[in-house]
């Protein structure tokens, strides 16, 4: 009889053994860009059985002196959106004022559910209002009441891992954001009292548009970690006539970064008169850049012709033959088919001459 009761125990645990098995991981990563704090709750399973949600309540302690207003802004496959079996997710806000909890659920238990995938998949996000941008975020989670089950109704939690995300002082402190201009070049500086972790910095600029993207135009490497204040400077070159938004995206080590925003606008305007640059290099081989700048009261394009012409006043390019709005503009010379010696080029509007100047090819 005692040998039949051990065989039935022994089957019991073995056979059910994948249930205690159970394994996975859930993670946070934060961004910040400068006004709003956003917190990710990803989860993923290890090796093992497949397994799927059935409850969680998924807590985390955050710093109320740093951030505040906690708004769910997704959702996950564990939501009645992407699977009718689940109730509708929701966080919890608790009396304490630096807690908040994901809650996700079957509507019964047990049932089939979503299963948790070998890839990280995002559980949910939650956005913050920045109160203070030096202080911690001093995110962790809240092991005393994290709890997961399956979809059979098992409690699973001490098979989960719950991995704390960095919570360093945010690792730029800037003192200084601004701006000089010389026609359609933009100068940018900016200044750092202390840098901790510092990769560089992005520099992005868009038209001062509503629907007009980011866009990357340049890097600075920082000076990783220092106590003492920093200078940096990056020219934005050849700009055409607009309105223009900047700011840094500013990089650590471990990938995480913010924004800092430049105050208003940056301006560059249509050129009052039409004006021929020295080409540079001057002597130059083979090639030389031939800068010009086009006015126009009525802001309409004009008819262009920049000509070269050798020494005996033969024309032996035309570098443009166009219309073209009122701007800056740029165009590459490249003498490699010529001899040395001294050429002319003349820059014409509406069949008017401009300006020539002279130039030296030396080979």
């Known amino acids: 009889m005692k040998i039949k009761i051990y065989i039935i125990l022994f089957l019991f645990y073995f056979g059910n053994a994948d249930v205690y098995s159970q394994s996975g991981r859930f993670s946070i990563s934060q961004t910040n860009d400068g006004s709003v704090i956003d917190v990710s709750i990803y989860v993923r399973s290890d090796a093992g059985p497949a397994w799927s949600i059935g409850f969680a309540s998924l807590v985390f302690n955050y710093n109320n002196l740093a951030m505040t207003n906690p708004v769910e802004i997704s959702e996950s496959v564990w939501d009645d959106s992407a699977n009718a079996e689940y109730a509708d997710q929701f966080i919890v806000s608790y009396d304490d004022g630096n807690s908040v909890s994901v809650e996700i659920g079957l509507d019964t238990l047990p049932a089939a559910g979503t299963a948790v995938q070998e890839d990280s998949t995002l559980v949910g996000t939650i956005r913050f209002d920045i109160l203070d941008y030096l202080a911690t975020h001093q995110i962790r989670w809240n092991l005393q009441y994290c709890a997961v089950l399956d979809n059979n109704g098992i409690d699973i939690t001490s098979g989960m891992i719950f991995s704390d995300p960095e919570n360093l002082l945010l690792p730029v402190e800037l003192t200084a954001f601004y701006f000089s201009k010389n026609k359609n070049n933009i100068d940018l500086f900016w200044t750092t009292a202390s840098e901790i972790n510092n990769d560089g910095f992005d520099i992005e600029r868009k038209k001062s548009y509503a629907y007009e993207e980011w866009n990357t135009v340049g890097y600075v490497a920082g000076n990783g970690n220092t106590a003492g204040y920093s200078e940096y400077n990056f020219t934005d070159k050849n700009l055409s006539p607009g309105k223009y938004l900047y700011r840094l995206k500013q990089k650590d080590f471990n990938g995480n970064f913010e924004y800092h925003y430049l105050s208003g606008e940056v301006t560059v305007e249509i050129p009052v008169k039409n004006f021929l640059s020295q080409n540079y290099p001057n ?81």
Do not use: C, H, W
Request: glycine residues 6%; without cysteine.
């Open 283 to 363: 002597p130059f081989n083979p090639n030389t850049v031939i800068s010009y700048e086009i006015a126009s009261q009525s802001s309409a394009a004009v008819n262009v012709r920049l000509s070269v012409y050798n020494s005996l006043g033969k024309e032996i390019s035309v570098l443009a033959n166009q219309k073209q709005l009122p701007g800056y503009y740029r165009i590459n010379f490249n003498g490699s088919d010529f001899p040395s010696g001294v050429y002319i080029y003349v820059l014409q509007t509406d069949g008017k001459i401009i300006d020539s100047k002279r130039m030296m090819l030396i080979k």
